[in-house]
């Protein structure tokens, strides 16, 4: 390769390797660094198409009850235990019929194309093992299943999921079932 061909490639390779870094950049930005679950601009974009797709999916808000007191008393690594494993239950839970996201801090969000909840409370409810421990963790749920909404949008859903979950905070306590429909 000549000396001008050389010149007039490294700004192509220059550029092509700052791009490289900025789609991983993007595509980390879009992801959880510790649950591996999408961050609510992934999982948005996501879910809008997923629910064009299965307009009789559920929409669930989920938030760790007592999630200040579990840090204060057993550790901020025991909280980050907890905020894992309920990210690896919401997901196995979902299987290939929907996908989870985390929206930050002890909020989580799912969109799953079956409408029932069979077991979720269950699962997100168990206990813990950390350190030779066992943690309580306790999972408010909010649900919305799209085919009850006069128009079938995502801010929709959130927002119905959302008041239903506090809803049922309110007249149940933050322990029990917590699952609720809206």
């Known amino acids: 390769m000549d000396t001008q061909s050389l010149a007039l490639s490294l700004p192509l390779v220059g550029w092509a390797a700052h791009s490289a ?49 579990l840090n204060d008393t057993h550790g901020h690594a025991a909280g980050d235990a907890a905020l894992t494993a309920t990210a690896d239950r919401l997901t196995a839970w979902c299987d290939r019929y929907g996908f989870a996201g985390r929206l930050g801090g002890d909020e989580f969000v799912a969109v799953h194309r079956h409408p029932h909840l069979n077991g979720l409370t269950a699962i997100l409810n168990a206990p813990l093992m950390y350190e030779g421990h066992w943690l309580p963790v306790s999972v408010s749920v909010g649900s919305c299943h799209l085919a009850d909404l006069p128009h079938r949008s995502l801010s929709e859903a959130l927002a119905a999921a959302d008041a239903a979950m506090y809803e049922h905070k309110g007249t149940t306590g933050r322990r029990g079932p917590r699952t609720t429909t809206h």
């Open 21 to 69: 870094l900025l789609t991983h950049r993007l595509a980390a930005a879009r992801r959880d660094p510790l649950t591996g679950l999408h961050t609510r601009a992934g999982w948005t974009t996501r879910a809008e198409r997923f629910i064009r797709r299965h307009r009789d999916s559920v929409v669930l808000l989920l938030d760790l009850d007592d999630f200040k007191t």
